[in-house]
């Protein structure tokens, strides 16, 4: 990031990747907290149409979720062509394959740090559920053509993917990361080697020859009982203090950082606007950081 890039808030109200409802009602709540600040914001609706929640249906909701990146991806490429900074808030983490594709679009050739708890590196062969938001990583590695019809650029590189804070991995998804040979980092690895060294790690890896790096910080690698407002919770998560500190480390490696997500925050799951505040306090500092 460049000191004075103007940055540009996203709102990827957007909830049809997941059967669960209400990821489209979080972003317009997160940003009405910076209205005043001077900053562009921008938003994409979900498309009016009936949610598809039949369980055997291994591609739920396909068309919606193309129809809504492919109008993303559109503002993210306008935002990236004017030189400015686009961070998108979710929405659930299909909104991430349209933002992580416009930029690569501009930038040529990107690596990309998913925090997570989930790998999102499913296929449509390897989707247990059919929700479209276990898909994006793999997605924007190529491997998701029905996904990503809109996109004119390359995708980004096994080895310069990396998945921070993981620990809720499907199955059949495993042999998908295994396979392309994906770092992960899980949420053992935050605890025990420390948040800094980590990150360290993953910029090292996803800026290996690349000329920078997309972010995308999905809200549920922070344990539930701190952060309980997502849509798929998964136990055991990071800390407070470490989500915290992967913020402080995004912002200590900011000339790397091209574009950025926060998403999966879901209101209607959320207790004492616990995780708004935590949304918030992310956003604050990135924000603080790159006006
Ligand atoms: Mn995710």
New binding site residues.
């Given amino acids: 990031m460049v000191i004075d890039m103007k940055i540009n808030l996203i709102e990827a109200n957007q909830d049809l990747g997941v059967k669960v409802d209400g990821a489209d009602l979080g972003p317009h709540i997160l940003t009405e907290n910076f209205k005043d600040r001077n900053i562009p914001i921008k938003k994409v609706d979900k498309p009016k149409v009936e949610k598809e929640k039949d369980r055997k249906n291994r591609q739920k909701n396909l068309n919606g979720v193309n129809k809504f990146d492919e109008e993303l991806y559109k503002v993210i490429d306008k935002i990236k062509r004017n030189g400015e900074f686009p961070l998108t808030i979710g929405g659930d983490?299909t909104i991430a394959i349209a933002t992580a594709l416009a930029s690569i679009k501009n930038e040529d050739n990107l690596g990309i740090i998913w925090i997570?708890a989930?790998g999102?590196y499913n296929t449509f062969e390897t989707t247990i559920t059919g929700n479209l938001?276990g898909l994006p990583l793999a997605a924007v590695n190529g491997l998701c053509q029905k996904l990503t019809t809109f996109h004119q650029g390359n995708y980004f590189k096994h080895e310069n993917t990396v998945i921070v804070g993981g620990r809720d991995i499907d199955d059949w998804e495993m042999p998908n990361l295994v396979k392309d040979n994906i770092k992960i980092f899980s949420t053992n690895d935050i605890h025990r080697y420390g948040v800094k060294k980590i990150m360290e790690e993953a910029f090292k890896i996803a800026s290996n020859g690349t000329n920078g790096v997309h972010i995308s910080y999905?809200i549920?690698v922070i344990d539930p009982l701190l952060a309980p407002g997502v849509s798929v919770p998964a136990i055991s998560g990071i800390s407070l203090n470490e989500a915290y500190e992967i913020t402080d480390e995004l912002i200590n490696h900011k000339d790397y950082i091209k574009s950025m997500d926060l998403?999966?925050y879901n209101p209607t799951k959320d207790i004492d606007d616990k995780t708004k505040k935590i949304a918030i306090n992310i956003l604050e500092k990135v924000i603080k950081e790159l006006s």
Wanted: overall charge negative.
């Fill in positions: 983490h997570d989930h999102d938001h999905d549920d998403v999966e």
